[in-house]
């Protein structure tokens, strides 16, 4: 068995401690995070998606953010002023190796656009001012079926952006 090889069964060995019955998920997890992609899960609430999610970061010693996705969420971050009268950012919960973006369909198509940049680009811009994400980074949006109260269908600029759909 090559290094590479034992890394990744490591890997999934550590990941099956917190989620069992979903090796061929985690399986396919760790090829979207192996070719620099990002995940849509679908499925009903209360499976564990979040638990898959943060089994996958703590493994790979990465950090971690859920966002819960409402409408008047900000995952890029923002600036304010200082005590000092500077502007300073104040960096969203996307500022993370591996984001949780929870229930992405139950938020407005322009809030789900603010993922559009990051997930294309490995970056944010804030009020003109551009920031590196950290490596590795992936985003794992969990999406509700459509027919849920309260849903909005993703659109398809932000499908595309999607490397595997579990």
């Known amino acids: 068995m090559t290094n590479f090889s034992l890394m990744v069964s490591t890997l999934k060995q550590n990941i099956a401690r917190a989620v069992v019955g979903k090796d061929d ?48 969420v900000l995952p890029s971050g923002f600036t304010m002023p200082s005590l000092s009268g500077d502007m300073q950012y104040r960096p969203g919960a996307i500022m993370s190796q591996i984001v949780l973006a929870d229930e992405i369909n139950r938020t407005s198509p322009k809030t789900q656009s603010a993922l559009l940049e990051v997930m294309e680009e490995r970056q944010v811009t804030v009020d003109g001012v551009t920031y590196p994400l950290a490596r590795p980074f992936m985003v794992l949006a969990t999406q509700n079926p459509v027919d849920f109260v309260g849903t909005y269908p993703l659109p398809e600029a932000q499908m595309d952006r999607f490397f595997m759909r579990v």
């Open 25 to 72: 998920v985690v399986e396919l997890m760790l090829t979207a995070l192996l070719c620099e992609g990002h995940v849509l899960i679908e499925d009903v609430p209360g499976v564990g998606k979040t638990t898959l999610a943060s089994a996958l970061a703590r493994s790979l010693s990465c950090s971690f953010k859920r966002i819960q996705f409402t409408p008047d």
